[in-house]
């Protein structure tokens, strides 16, 4: 036997140590994702494009129930279409990546890798929409963007990323604030039910929110290291996009008027998310219902009679219930049994000759390292709530530690002091001014993370800030 | 009642009047596309989109149940890694766009936006394949492609399309070989089973094959209109790819070896295939298996009592046998029928005051206008059966037309008339070399479709264009 034979076990580097170590050992080491030759841009790789195909299937069935359709609009948009919203442009021209040449002829005209498609649809708004009956339009599309990011890091932020962005119309302001909305909802609902990643919503400040947009809303997770994530946004529009690129329909009374617009995204950013919420030590784990694969048998003394059919014979009657899958490589158990936990698989089972004259094998828990020995024949049973069981554990595990490491401040020096000290979000009042974003930014290095829909509790009288009088509860943190 | 109220019904071009128009008429008029600000590029619309799907969503199971996994490369590639393959970046770097600038700021290095992903699928190989164990390694990727093309058409020939491209890696040139076979015949079983198109599969000659490739396989559909369209190639590369571009692994003496390569791909264009096999004056015919809805239920006399509620009823019992939706609008019976039978959908299910009476419905074919009288209680049992039989009549169809337009030629004298006067393939000798190929193209304006693997009859003992001995059976025709 060569020394090919057996890949020694992965080493991670721990969470105390290094936290962002431990992530980029976690993203190379568990297969989700490599470096690829272009800065900036990285390969997804099967194990964890398996796990985006899983995430995408499902928010895309959400959408689709939800009226949704999709399409697909050019990669590409001309320099003088990204130009007709001014704050838009603004905000996204000195990032996007410029097309001059096609073949070896100079273009006439730029183009830009959409690093975002509303000026696209609403090109195409204006030549589809004509009377009230045309709306509301309810498009989603698929596509990668790209973003000249000066630093990036895999899933996280990179040049290019995989996403896919809703956009609107609507005839009137309440129809399209009721759908952004409902997006943000169906997104915290995506986190919780699938990801099991417990959210808080609420609205970004101004300063915070997108370019070209009246009003950003945002789904915030807190990571293992106590920095926030924007996880997905949904932003309402008004009419100024509409305005911009003369969209008007006819409405009940013959009147032209201008459309509401949407527009909503979320990210292989996601991927990230999942990593720093669940992962521990030991490598990846992985909710189960975005785990490619939920329950990995490995057989123990497999050289022994039977134990290979009896383990096939398991394997086909669990595929009916979960995503099931067997290594019968001659790697040692103990290589496969850290391979899998790296791997972050939900249930691991095990089956020995012992346990196959016993009708039992043992399953073991990633999230809780637990084992259990359970008949045989009742496994088609059992998996499938020990799956869900998995779920909620992880979500409430996550939720315990979001609550136990969020503070409240409710003046400046407290409020340093956290920052410095405690890692987690900070709930504190503010007065409305971008001037106190700033100081904040500069004194605690913390930002804006949102003005949460639920928890508006008046902690404080005055703005954290400057004393004045306070408008918002805001909850303030580091952020990837 | 406004005038937007209804529609027009919307015309069509008679494809005898004018074949070209009549297709774009189906593109616009069906929704499937749209033209967008940028040249050549296409939005693929709603419609459009859901048939893309599901073609989508029935070749990813077909690939994944032959083991391939799914992954994702960056959308761009630095010029050098573009030139490691002499043959290939001679073939594509004439059509890519050139990334220049990120920002404001000029890059060292260009990117151009792929073309096709050889070049990074290998820079990738490299660093993943070590030993034999890693071997085959079976990837695919769905993303879209830029090519900077002269004319374009919707679905044909767009500078930006949708596709697949599968790249895989395997110890033996043998087992390469074979996978280039096997997926140039997953694509004809993916015609026949869901796209209801017979393909000729055949070899490339050397003219016709892809940069870079030891051997290229095509599957060839014809038009209506007797022009040929290539539907899928696969590829086999032998070692060149991995010598250029140093990807080696240890094969099971423990010695060097350079891995044997393979890719094949199929796109958007499918879509044009589909349109150009079935269509007809009244617009588009979708195979069952593709369409987006496959019954229409159209309510006549709809305000009568229990007229729309029995539609509901019969709405509910049908999903969940088929893609059915019903049509409750105001528009008249005589627009919707119009107005689906363009849209191509398979079966319109009709329901009025005395049908229900009678406890009967009305299925009307789009494939042969037939009628058929069906009671209610059957519906769930009668509509995938007839679904399954209009999918095969019109797979018939179009093998009847391509076999009746199908031609022999043993002399470049019969060659050029049939070529001038009857559109479709062509079959005749060929002696092997390039030059007649190009004559060909120069005084029939055909050029080789394959080499089939079926059909390989020895027509004639010399080449139809020069007279040497004839080495293989060309099929020859005009293309898209």
Redesign the interface.
């Known amino acids: 036997v ?1 020394n ?2 057996k890949k020694m076990v992965k080493e991670i580097t721990s969470m105390d140590v290094d936290f962002a170590q431990w992530y980029t050992d976690i993203v190379k080491k568990a297969d989700l994702a ?1 470096y ?3 800065k900036g ?6 194990y964890g ?2 796990m ?2 899983l995430m995408q299937g499902a928010l895309d069935k959400m959408f689709k129930d939800l009226g949704h ?10 320099e003088s ?1 990204l130009n007709k919203e001014k704050e838009h442009v603004e905000g996204f ?13 100079k273009l006439e005209e ?2 830009c ?1 959409r690093p975002t498609s509303e000026t ?1 649809f609403c ?2 708004f204006k ?2 929409v ?2 009230w ?1 045309d709306l509301p339009l309810l ?1 989603n599309q698929w ?2 963007v ?1 973003r ?1 990011e000066k630093t990036t890091r895999p899933f996280l932020r990179t040049r ?1 990323f ?1 996403w896919q962005e809703g956009h609107t119309l609507h005839a009137t302001k309440e129809e399209a604030e009721t759908e952004t909305i409902q997006m943000l909802e169906t997104y915290a609902k995506f986190c919780k039910d699938y990801l099991a990643i417990p959210v808080v919503q609420g609205r970004k400040t101004d300063k915070e929110k997108f370019a070209g947009a009246e009003a950003t809303y945002t789904i915030e997770a807190l990571m293992h290291d106590g920095k926030a994530l924007q996880s997905g946004t949904s932003h309402y529009f008004g009419d100024g996009f509409s305005r911009a690129f003369d969209v008007t329909f ?1 409405d009940k009374e ?1 009147k032209l008027s201008y459309p509401h617009q949407t527009s909503w995204g979320c990210t292989t950013r996601l991927i990230g998310a999942v990593i720093m919420t669940h992962g521990d030590d030991n490598g990846l784990v992985i909710p189960p219902h975005i785990a490619p694969t939920q329950v990995m048998i490995v057989p123990v003394a497999q050289h022994k009679p039977g134990v290979l059919e009896k383990a096939e014979e398991v394997l086909n009657t669990l595929k009916g219930c979960c995503r099931v899958k067997m290594d019968a490589s001659d790697n040692s158990p103990g290589w496969k049994f850290a391979e899998y936990e790296m791997k972050g698989v939900p249930i691991r089972l095990e089956l020995g000759p012992r346990d196959i004259e016993n009708g039992v094998c043992i399953l073991s828990r990633r999230d809780t390292a637990e084992k259990i020995t359970v008949e045989l024949e009742k496994l088609p049973e059992i998996i499938p709530a020990l799956l869900q069981e998995i779920h909620e554990n992880l979500y409430n595990r996550a939720l315990e530690r979001r609550i136990s490491m969020t503070y409240t401040a409710t003046n400046m020096e407290e409020l340093k002091e956290i920052a410095a000290t405690k890692p987690g979000f900070i709930r504190a009042m503010w007065c409305g001014e971008e001037e106190c974003e700033l100081k904040l930014k500069e004194e605690a290095d913390i930002s804006s993370r949102c003005m949460p829909f639920e928890d508006q509790e008046q902690v404080s009288e005055t703005c954290v800030c400057c004393g004045k009088p306070a408008k918002k509860l805001v909850y303030w943190g580091k952020a990837y």
């Open positions: 060569s090919n034979n490599a690829s030759n272009v841009f990285m390969i997804i790789r099967p494009y398996a985006w195909e359709e999709n399409i697909c609009m050019p990669m590409l948009i001309p279409l021209a000195p990032e996007v990546a410029w097309v001059t040449f096609g073949g070896s002829e730029r183009f890798i696209l090109d195409h030549d589809v004509h009377s009956r498009y596509v990668s790209v000249w290019e995989l006819a013959n």
